[in-house]
T-cell receptor
């Protein structure tokens, strides 16, 4: 596709439920990033993939958060045993080169997760 | 610690008026600075990217300035429109080609 696609757009989960959020990056983009954006705040870095390798997961808030990109294209962010503080918009971005700062770095529209 | 601070946190203006949003950063080394517009329910979209040597860059009614000496940037919006209502996020590209995000300014343009 022409842009970064995320699904679902909205997800309501009961506390304790597991959720999986999907990101389809722009075709050919080697770098993929996940961010968490709380209401009224800027995006906070979660994790970074270069192709299928997860090079940085320093932003994942707990071991309940897990991300994968097994074939170097589509990525899934999984949150286990969701808690209310996990409620946020989860943004995915991809880039044609290594790192966040390259030109062509593009965000998806995000998945809004609400934990009730 | 690399930080990007934006002000004001929120702003309400009348349609047709101008406004200026501020961004101060402590990111070092510095590669470039970006301004993004984020509409409600959407991902951020790039407005401008400025490198160290650029002092000003325009994109339609949006004009960004950069003072790399004082580590300050501003985004000026001219003749605001209702569609300018959004969050504006300042982002600095620093060491390791990694980005540091500001918390954003939420702009509301009223008719």
């Amino acid at each position: 596709g022409a842009g970064v696609s995320q699904s679902p757009r909205y997800k309501v989960a009961k506390r304790g439920q597991d959720v999986a959020l999907r990101c389809d990056p722009i075709s050919g983009h080697v770098s993929l990033f996940w961010y968490q954006q709380a209401l009224g705040q800027g995006p906070e870095f979660l994790t970074y993939f270069q192709n299928e390798a997860q090079l940085d997961k320093s932003g994942l808030p707990s071991d309940r958060f897990f991300a994968e990109r097994p074939e170097g294209s589509v990525s899934t962010l999984k949150i286990q045993r969701t808690q209310q503080e996990d409620s946020a918009v989860y943004l995915c971005a991809s880039s044609p080169r290594q790192g966040q700062g390259s030109y062509g770095y593009t965000f998806g529209s995000g998945t809004r997760l609400t934990v009730v | 610690k690399n930080q990007v601070e934006q002000s004001p946190q929120s702003l309400i203006i009348l349609e047709g008026k101008n406004c200026t949003l501020q961004c101060n950063y402590t990111v070092s080394p510095f590669s470039n600075l970006r301004w993004y517009k984020q509409d409600t329910g959407r991902g951020p979209v790039s407005l401008t990217i400025m490198t160290f040597s650029e002092n000003t860059k325009s994109n339609g009614r949006y004009t960004a300035t950069l003072d790399a000496d004082t580590k300050q940037s501003s985004l000026h919006i001219t003749a605001s429109q209702l569609s300018d209502s959004a969050s504006y996020i300042c982002v600095v590209n620093g060491a390791g080609n990694m980005l540091t995000f500001g918390g954003g300014t939420r702009l509301m343009v009223k008719p």
